[in-house]
């Protein structure tokens, strides 16, 4: 259930309730793709974090370990012991940029594995019973990504397609939440609108989605390679058509500013493995901009990271010891920087959300979205 609790401009200020817990949103999902955040994060280090929810991948975890397996460990809460809302992605994005050799039929896709390249099929009920395995607080209904830029008229016969594979889901968690022994029967399904960078059809796919009325909606098939401008514009046209009562997710984003402007636009929940990813790398955000730890100038500075983060890391590490684990490679690096994004990305939505309780979203904005982008 979305509770809407203010609203500044097209800003909104927002509760997401679960049978796992309630959200406050704009909130960003912490990416544990196949059960686990990259850097030895664990589960009650993503309680430290601030983190509210956890998101895994339905194909990965279909690879390996096998979602029949996590089943019988109790679901994924029982086996990752993360015991807050997780939203599991259908597996559509990466059937379409990781599988090898794929077939698109109406019934689904036929793809080989990354992993040893055996023969799989995935169809939306396929996936629905895959996530109902998996337990997960909210499914992603099973679509099909299309590359960007893609031919008008595939991109049209490609919405239809994922309009008749939403209906298919719905039906099947329908179906699969009547079972007694379902590991949820409380989970919740989020559509997907697709469209690439055709405003029209983002329209019209929103317009026919939105009639199937779902727990929540997605914005899909952006973020991946077209200009932030293109991305801004297509959420502008998309968003009067998203259900004002539902929650609104923007899927694989993103950087802060992008992040800030989509909560201006009205979009709630965002995910990225950019914050993680990066970290591993020595790129990490601060309240005074981004800074890369390689840099010889950070070899003798016994300050922390961010002398304004409260993290477990800025609390007791300095930026010589950190650098000098990621040039040693030793794992410690890892952990370390990837909590402190973490950290800071969590702490970025709790401004963003006192920000609108107080009214001043534009002004945090102004402020924000250029600071949070300088490299120092």
């Not at 401009?9 to 817990?21: K, L, W």
């Not at 200009?227 to 514009?233: A, G, L, W």
């Not at 914050?275 to 591993?280: G, V, Y």
Request: net charge neutral.
């Amino acid at each position: 259930m979305y509770r809407l609790l203010k609203q500044e401009n097209n800003a909104r200020r927002a509760e997401f309730v679960t049978n796992r817990g309630t959200v406050q949103t704009p909130a960003f999902m912490n990416v544990a793709t196949a059960g686990a955040i990259k850097g030895a994060v664990s589960a009650e280090d993503l309680k430290t974090l601030g983190c509210q929810v956890m998101l895994s991948n339905t194909y990965h975890l279909h690879i390996r370990p096998g979602d029949e397996l996590i089943r019988s460990c109790g679901g994924l809460h029982a086996f990752t012991t993360w015991d807050g809302p997780i939203l599991t992605d259908s597996g559509g994005f990466q059937v379409f940029s990781l599988a090898s050799l794929r077939k698109i039929e109406e019934e689904g896709v036929t793809f080989a594995s990354h992993v040893d390249g055996r023969r799989i099929f995935m169809g939306p009920e396929e996936s629905m019973r895959i996530q109902s395995n998996l337990g997960s607080t909210v499914a992603m209904a099973f679509d099909e990504c299309v590359e960007n830029p893609a031919e008008y008229s595939y991109a049209k016969a490609s919405c239809a397609r994922t309009t008749r594979w939403l209906a298919r889901c719905k039906a099947e968690m329908k179906r699969l939440n009547s079972l007694p022994d379902t590991v949820n029967r409380e989970q919740m399904l989020f559509g997907i609108n697709q469209g690439c960078t055709y405003a029209d059809l983002r329209i019209e796919h929103m317009k026919e989605i939105s009639d199937l009325d779902l727990d929540g909606y997605a914005i899909g098939g952006l973020a991946v390679g077209e200009p932030t401008e293109v991305m801004y514009d297509i959420i502008e046209n998309v968003i009067d058509y998203m259900p004002k009562n539902k929650i609104r997710y923007l899927m694989g984003v993103g950087t802060p500013a992008n992040i800030l402007n989509a909560v201006e636009r009205g979009v709630d929940l965002f995910d990225c493995v950019m914050p993680s990813r990066n970290a591993r790398h020595g790129h990490l955000f601060t309240s005074k901009g981004i800074i890369n730890i390689n840099n010889k100038k950070y070899e003798r500075d016994m300050t922390p990271i961010d002398s304004e983060c409260g993290c477990p890391v800025c609390r007791r590490y300095s930026k010589a010891y950190i650098r000098h684990l990621l040039k040693a490679e030793e794992m410690l690096s890892q952990r370390l920087l990837v909590m402190h994004n973490l950290w800071f990305y969590n702490h970025f939505m709790e401004d963003i959300r006192k920000a609108l309780d107080n009214g001043n979203f534009a002004e945090f904005k102004k402020e924000k979205e250029i600071l949070y982008s300088t490299r120092i």
